[in-house]
């Protein structure tokens, strides 16, 4: 590959066109122009939306957007987007989901609503000064506060409460501004670190205003304000539930209390074995964050969180759990789950909106349920596919339309290699030599 030198300080002051001419002549023997443009939304408007999203955009990336359909929560029926590439996720929830919905289908309940955010700072000075200090303007930080609190306020959020934290046995002189958000239908981050800002600003400015705190060491210095993506207290329940009799149709032969004893077992490796544990979240995550992405909310802060809630104990440990008893099997996903139904990429990327009509556009409470049930179907299909058959065998069908796609066979051809590989291991190599070995006799 040979590059030519350009000026790239400017960069992302140059226009789109001008970024993809860089690039091609840096780029000089691959077809980027091509590739890079053969991707723009026909419509000059609509690609305006999406450039506009992120910084020097050259064109759009495309994941598959499927649905799992009749998904049967808390007795009513979602056909629910996901938007993810990774092949038999959105089979497997909808196998499960539809496994559910004759037992019952997913149940949710919705625990708890509330964000967190820091103000992180220094202070020399005594502990109980500082202590009286915040106390005493708890009331005037609130009140400064107001201005942009108003119309969170009226929807029925705010900030909740306000405390001192002290962190001087982690690092010297550490302290926190704590303070805990209810964010309605929000995700609420730009909402929170504004307020944080602001608390800070105001921290900052009475210190040095107080006569009490002209000595030198009594000075705050703030290192930063930010929310905390860990939010345990924002947290959702979803479950299932049937009688042993109900599961006997999952292994032929094996009684359903016996699968759901060897089902348990599964899960409880994944409570004990971080190696298990890992993957097992994963799978959940497979179902989870599809959802998140399909609504346009951040599924970076979803993960993070949901991975620290999953070690919160100190060991990291399954999300999910069984429970056997009085002759059921019941199976419960509890994590925590920030989402926003208004704001940020919900209201402007126009298949977020879609989904969230299909999703017949609920508040934040109800976005939390569906995606959970979802995490959960997807844990429970890949769960009795490990159990059962193991998973290669639906993940190789798909695999091996993927590599038939990727020689682009015809009908003809997809067809006698579906037939030949019933009963063989799918390999990239196989299927090209067995395509070759068509083609040649053709
Ligand atoms: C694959 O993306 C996800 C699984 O590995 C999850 C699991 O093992 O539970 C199938």
Sequence with gaps: MEFNVVETK???KLSKVEKIEWLSSKYTDENLEECLTKFWHANPADQKIFDEFSENTLTNF???FG??????????MYD???VIEESSVVAAASNAAKFWSTRGGFHTEVISMTKVGQ???LWQGKKEILENFIQEKKESFFQALSPLTANMQKRGGGVTSLELIDKTHDIENYYQLYATFETCDAMGANFINSCLEELANKLTLWVKEDSRFNESNNTVK???SILSNYTPDCLVRAW???SFDELDDVISGMPGREYAEKFRTAVEIAQCDVNRAVTHNKGIFNGIDAVVLATGNDFRAVEACGHAYAARSGQYRSLSSVRLGNDRFTFTLELPLALGTVGGLT??????KLTLKMLRNPDAKKLMEIVAAIGLAQNFGAIRSLTTTGIQRGHMKMHLMNILNSFAASEVEVMKAKAYFTDKVVSYKAVSELLKTMREHH
């Design 62 to 64: 495309y994941l598959p």
């Design 10 to 12: 400017s960069f992302s």
């Design 67 to 76: 649905i799992a359909p009749n998904v049967m929560i808390n007795r009513e």
């Design 222 to 224: 703030i290192v930063m």
């Design 80 to 82: 629910v987007p996901m």
């Design 347 to 352: 209201s402007l990327h126009p298949l977020s």
């Design 119 to 121: 103000v992180h700072f």
């Design 240 to 242: 299932v539930s049937c």
